[in-house]
């Protein structure tokens, strides 16, 4: 099979080094891919918004299977558009990709479909979502409905804060029209965590729970990010309460979008926060969690052809979804600024050493290739050390050992990434 991954991040490497393990496949291309899967597969310089491009290139190369990694082509409608072709695409058509490409639309769903979230209100008015904020108070949430790079949702902690975020969203359009209509919410307290399920439109595969680190600092602290590590499992999900969470979290959403015509196939991720009442789900995402996707892929042992294949066919309840008992931890080697500005362009150096490391797998995110040197950084979030485990604390041993052997010029990262997991466990 000829496969083409869509995106450019570290999900998108570890994407392609997993795929390329089926026997199935023959020839990965990436779209626009980055350093890490020039290795793999042959990378294209498509943008992953460009739909009409990436529907060419699927025909032309005469592409067996379209793997979206970001959210952004998805609620473009690649999906759809490639399904016109006969292509088939894993990941879900623009109506159900809305359960991430806009926050007014999942909150009502997830509202109709009894899934619990914080409670919410809708607004395309400046002035009646201020008299809202000054009515609830503080703390608040204020998210953009729209897609926003990461960047649409502050927790405000005073009512002149919530209200500079509504002005910022709604009158100087920070966010273009993403920030046209707001959701205002209640603010949940506890510890997070991913936990991703492939669906087929019906029928649901679980994936062991996971927990990203958003802060760019230790302990969670400063700015967030794209996510600085990740680890699975998560031990505030236990495996003993995966069925009843997705019963909670899953099933409500795949029945109803199925209702209303508009089946999900793809991956669905639901992020949790634990609150003292129990899960509460802060958000859909429609596709793999950067950079829970990579410890996950580590773990998976059954072919991922074989599970996206089921998920467009219908027939995931065919398939016996196998993860390895082990625990995996990647830690995120970030351009100093990361999430504000970078440099760019430094030459990395210790990539093979690192994979050399037992149970060690570097996954690349904003790297590039480069004619002497390798590989350059060409992003924020730079590379994904990621590392499998007898437990956690053998893991992050593992992944930190890794982290060790690579250099570029003042690279950052997180020296806490599990430590929630470790008090926990
Ligand atoms: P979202 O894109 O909705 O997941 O929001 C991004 C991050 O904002 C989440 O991972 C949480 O850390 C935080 N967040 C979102 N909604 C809430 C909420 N209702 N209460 C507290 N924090 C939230
Ligand atoms: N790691 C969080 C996300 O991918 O949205």
Known sequence: MKILVVGSGGREHALCWKLAQSPKVSTILCAPGNGGTAEIGTN????????????????????????????????????????????????????????????????????????????????????????????????IVIKADGLAAGKGVVVATSVEEAIETL?????????????????????LCGEEASFLAFCDGKNYALLPSSQDHKAVGEGDT?????????????????????????ELVIKPILEHLAAKGEPFKGVLYAGLMYTPN?????EYNVRFGDPECQPLLMRLETDLVDIMMACIEGTL??????????????VVMAAKGYPNDYPKGMPISGIDEADKLDGVKVFQAGTKPAPDTGVVT?????????????????????????????????SYYRRDIGEKGLKRS
């Open 378 to 410: 060409s992003g924020g979030r730079v590379l994904c050390v990621t590392a499998l485990g007898k437990d956690l604390v053998h893991a992050i041993e593992r992944a930190y050992q890794g982290v060790e052997k690579i250099y570029f010029t003042d």
């Open 167 to 187: 002005e910022e969203m709604m009158v100087k359009k920070r966010f273009a029209s993403a920030g046209d209509r707001v959701v205002v919410e209640e603010a």
């Open 222 to 246: 400063g700015p967030n990010t794209g996510g600085m590590g990740a680890y699975s499992p998560a031990p505030i999900l236990p495996e003993e309460q995966y069925g009843k969470t997705a």
């Open 317 to 330: 309840d065919k398939i016996d979804v196998k993860v390895r008992p082990e625990t995996a931890c990647g």
């Open 44 to 139: 294209i310089p498509v943008k992953d918004d460009d739909i009409p491009a990436l529907v060419a290139l699927a025909k032309e190369e005469s592409v067996d299977l379209v793997v979206a990694g970001p959210e952004l082509p998805l609620v473009l409608g690649l999906s759809n558009a490639l399904e016109k072709e006969g292509i088939p695409c894993f990941g879900p058509g623009a109506f159900p990709a809305n359960l991430e490409g806009s926050k007014a639309f999942s909150k009502t769903v997830m509202h109709e479909a009894g899934v619990p979230t914080a409670d919410f209100r809708v607004f395309d008015e400046f002035d009646s979502a201020c008299s809202f904020v000054k009515e609830k108070g503080a703390p």
């Open 278 to 282: 129990g899960p509460s789900v802060l």
